[in-house]
């Protein structure tokens, strides 16, 4: 994996983010495109989220906006950090209801792709959803759960989070829609995922999802299905790390993907 480019900004004392017009040219590129691409595609609960948002279409926006509005829907704010943080902080913001966004945005050379989740993947792709309660619901716990779990069994918890918040599917009553915000979040993978005849969709259970290997660098060969929101909210009230544990025993599956060319 090569080494990121990227740096933080950082806000100033009143929590401002100040963005070059490129930067916010790069946003406007992203949001125009993807806004067209996610018709047909995204999940109805996640364009609901969006028009309440509002966003900005021409700069980037600052996470207190976003905040404002998801604090009345659900509680939650949006919070800028880093772009990798350790997973005690990202379990404890979730505990907090704080969800992290790396505060820096692509370049205009890496628009279809990035190793690393920039402001618009966690803006445009995870905000809309945090003020749909049984989602925002469902991060809350899952943050809690990360607390309380030892290493070993957060490595498996993250496949969980893989494999509904970023890369999760869902069957409708007009057809297959995203509600993973790596999908949303991406042009290719919007199209791949709900379209293509390519990859593997099969029905969500968290013991396959937590004994499913995956790869964050290449399109997904795979991905969850579930048949509604409420399965999440049924999810959080299992014992997870009980879950977690028993997945460990049982072994992780064969993996889905090519094992070279990172």
């Given at each position: 994996?090569?080494?990121?480019?990227?740096?933080?900004?950082?806000?100033?004392?009143?929590?401002?983010?100040?963005?070059?017009?490129?930067?916010?040219?790069?946003?406007?590129?992203?949001?125009?495109?993807?806004?067209?691409?996610?018709?047909?595609?995204?999940?109805?609960?996640?364009?609901?989220?969006?028009?309440?948002?509002?966003?900005?279409?021409?700069?980037?926006?600052?996470?207190?906006?976003?905040?404002?509005?998801?604090?009345?829907?659900?509680?939650w704010?949006?919070a800028?950090?880093?772009?990798?943080?350790?997973?005690?902080?990202?379990?404890?913001?979730?505990?907090n209801?704080?969800?992290?966004?790396?505060?820096?945005?692509?370049?205009?050379?890496?628009?279809?792709?990035?190793?690393?989740?920039?402001?618009f993947?966690?803006?445009?792709?995870?905000?809309?959803?945090?003020?749909?309660?049984?989602?925002?619901?469902?991060?809350?716990?899952?943050?809690?759960?990360?607390?309380?779990?030892?290493?070993?069994?957060?490595?498996?918890?993250?496949?969980?989070?893989?494999?509904?918040?970023?890369?999760g599917?869902?069957?409708?009553?007009?057809?297959?829609?995203?509600?993973?915000?790596?999908?949303?979040?991406?042009?290719?993978?919007?199209?791949?995922?709900?379209?293509?005849?390519?990859?593997?969709?099969?029905?969500?259970?968290?013991?396959?999802?937590?004994?499913?290997?995956?790869?964050?660098?290449?399109?997904?060969?795979?991905?969850?299905?579930?048949?509604?929101?409420?399965?999440?909210?049924?999810?959080?009230?299992?014992?997870?790390?009980?879950?977690i544990?028993?997945?460990?025993?049982?072994?992780?599956?064969?993996?889905?993907?090519?094992?070279?060319?990172?």
């Amino acid at each position: 994996m090569k080494k990121t480019t990227y740096v933080a900004k950082l806000p100033d004392e009143n929590g401002h983010i100040a963005y070059t017009p490129e930067e916010d040219s790069v946003w406007q590129i992203l949001y125009e495109r993807q806004i067209k691409t996610l018709e047909g595609r995204a999940c109805e609960e996640y364009l609901e989220g969006l028009h309440q948002l509002n966003l900005p279409t021409h700069r980037v926006p600052q996470c207190n906006e976003v905040s404002e509005v998801l604090t009345k829907a659900t509680g939650w704010s949006i919070a800028p950090v880093p772009a990798l943080i350790p997973f005690d902080t990202f379990f404890t913001m979730l505990a907090n209801k704080q969800f992290p966004a790396a505060s820096f945005i692509r370049c205009r050379e890496e628009l279809d792709y990035l190793q690393e989740p920039d402001i618009f993947h966690e803006i445009f792709g995870h905000a809309p959803l945090l003020t749909n309660t049984v989602y925002a619901d469902f991060v809350y716990t899952y943050g809690k759960i990360g607390l309380a779990a030892s290493h070993a069994e957060r490595v498996l918890l993250a496949r969980l989070f893989w494999f509904t918040i970023e890369f999760g599917l869902i069957q409708t009553s007009v057809g297959l829609r995203a509600y993973g915000a790596g999908i949303l979040s991406s042009h290719s993978e919007t199209i791949y995922a709900v379209e293509s005849q390519i990859p593997q969709r099969v029905p969500f259970t968290a013991m396959d999802a937590l004994r499913m290997p995956y790869r964050y660098d290449i399109i997904q060969t795979l991905y969850f299905v579930i048949e509604k929101y409420s399965s999440l909210y049924e999810l959080i009230n299992h014992d997870i790390l009980g879950l977690i544990r028993e997945a460990r025993l049982l072994g992780e599956y064969p993996p889905d993907y090519p094992l070279h060319g990172c």
